[in-house]
């Protein structure tokens, strides 16, 4: 991650009352909390994507928090993030994904600032798929520029 200006985890995500404990769950169960997230040094960070559960959602305990892994990835330094504010679909997150990815690599050269528009067009498509409910697109959100 310290030498990468991109990041995309597509794995699961953990909320915990308190937020630096909260985790993207990697293999073997191996997790990276946002603690040891901020303690790296991230000096060409501009854009992740949480493609995992309940990374911009903070804990059941602490509603009033704001703070989860999307706001605190920038915090560590990524400019533009994406993260999810519940459950998503296995199925569906890639098809959101593609289409980011699509957007955001337009015209050959990739560029970070265009995610949240990004995010918007792959959201408005999935939308149109058959037998899409509100609960599956809903959850993705973006943070940051």
Known sequence: MED?????FACHGVAKPFPMD????????????LGELSEMSLPHAQFAFLSACQTAKGHDEVPEHCAHLSVGMLA????????????????????????????MFEGGRPDYKRA???LHDAVQA???????????????IHVGV
């Not at 990468?4 to 995309?8: E, K, L, T, Y």
């Not at 679909?89 to 098809?95: G, I, Q």
């Not at 999935?126 to 993705?140: C, D, H, Q, Y």
Request: aromatic content about 14%; charged content about 20%.
């Open 116 to 118: 949240a528009y990004a």
């Open 76 to 103: 560590c330094g990524y400019r533009s993030v994406i993260g999810t504010m519940w459950k998503i679909s296995d199925e569906h997150a890639p098809f959101v994904a593609d289409r980011v990815y699509e957007k």
């Open 126 to 140: 999935l939308r149109k798929e058959r037998g899409v409910s509100f609960a599956t697109w809903l959850p993705f």
């Open 22 to 33: 909260s985790a993207l769950i990697l293999a073997n169960d191996t997790r990276l909390t």
């Open 4 to 8: 990468a200006s991109w990041v995309h």
